[in-house]
């Protein structure tokens, strides 16, 4: 298959900042979890779920990063 005229799909600014939005909500829920596991006495969960919510943060950093770099794009 030729790849001219070929495109992969643009996402839109309104796309990164819903995944970001949704990996908001992640982080906010692994801490919650995590902290019903420290009030469980369970710091192998708890752990894990601040892993989870660590991930979930650079998710949400990486999308919004994809919006800035779309702006330098365009001013240029």
């Not at 799909?9 to 990164?16: C, Y």
């Not at 192998?44 to 779309?70: D, F, N, P, T, Y």
Request: proline residues 4%.
């Amino acid at each position: 298959m030729s790849s001219i005229g070929f495109a992969p799909p643009v996402e839109s600014e309104l796309d990164h900042l819903r995944a970001a939005y949704r990996s908001m909500n992640d982080v906010a829920r692994n801490l919650a979890n995590a902290g019903q596991c420290v009030k469980d006495n369970d710091p192998r969960m708890a752990a894990h779920h601040i892993r989870a919510a660590e991930w979930h943060v650079a998710q949400a950093k990486q999308a919004i990063a994809l919006i800035g770099q779309s702006k330098l794009k365009r001013k240029t």
